[in-house]
């Protein structure tokens, strides 16, 4: 049976939804996780296919095969990859920074946004407790995923500054956030399953451009938010990825700009 990783964050819910409530019939096990234990559990074989951090299929891209064009990209504010700061970013040169331990392209975006773009070094440290804490203090920190929808929500009057729309403004590319990939041995080894597989995810996909309603019932469910703000939230993502995201992804694999 093919084992199959999905970060476990509701963006991911319109490639996944159907297929994780078996809706879309599969032959498949699942594990469900942040960014980087997913990346983690693929890159040392425990999946077959996973939805991995673009970052980390960027990484290891001669190990890995993109299983299909879905993914997640975006191309203007998305919500959910926030720094929270209470400084402009030219004023955070050598200031502390915190950074999530569960994240993997967003704290590269960021990185890499900090030194080719803004100019400024930062003192990068991880947290791994949740990020609500990090209000009570003075320090910038990036939050992603469903924490960060849910405080983005919340906290509607802390400065924040999206991401997403900072490295399309800088930039002008398209960010691609998450890919579909499987490994090279596994394509080799389980080439039908993993086929086969890909069909399940296209189904899957079209499930949910036919059910939004659905899929945004159960993301309220699970993070409290708003359906208002849900929909909108999922009408921004772009799921089917197009030479401009691939050209984005081509862009943040360089090491300069």
Not at 108 to 114: F, P, S
Request: charged share 20%; aromatic share 12%.
């Amino acid at each position: 049976m093919l084992r199959v990783g999905v970060i476990d964050y509701v963006n991911m819910s319109p490639l996944f939804h159907a297929l994780r409530t078996n809706i879309i019939s599969h032959n498949a096990t699942f594990s469900f996780g942040a960014p980087e234990e997913i990346n983690r559990q693929f890159l040392k074989k425990e999946l077959d296919v996973a939805s991995i951090s673009a970052a980390h299929f960027l990484d290891h891209r001669l190990e890995y095969v993109l299983l299909s064009d879905l993914g997640l990209a975006a191309t203007q504010e998305v919500m959910s990859i926030r720094l929270f700061s209470k400084k402009k970013p030219n004023e955070l040169d050598g200031a502390t920074l915190f950074l999530p331990t569960h994240s993997a392209s967003s704290v590269t975006i960021l990185k890499k946004i900090c030194k080719h773009f803004w100019k400024i070094n930062p003192v990068f440290c991880p947290y791994s407790e949740p990020a609500e804490a990090l209000f009570s203090q003075d320090h910038p920190f990036l939050v992603i995923g469903d924490e960060c929808l849910i405080l983005y929500e919340k906290h509607p009057e802390y400065p924040s500054l999206d991401l997403a729309q900072a490295w399309h403004s800088l930039t002008d590319k398209a960010l691609c956030l998450a890919v579909i990939a499987t490994r090279n041995d596994a394509f080799i080894s389980k080439r039908h399953e993993v086929i086969e597989f890909q069909k399940c995810v296209e189904n899957s996909f079209l499930w949910a451009q036919n059910n939004m309603p659905e899929i945004i019932k159960c993301a309220a469910l699970k993070t409290g938010c708003t359906p208002s703000l849900l929909e909108k939230y999922y009408s921004i993502f772009e799921y089917q990825l197009t030479p401009k995201h691939f050209h984005g992804l081509n862009y943040l694999a360089q090491s300069s700009f």
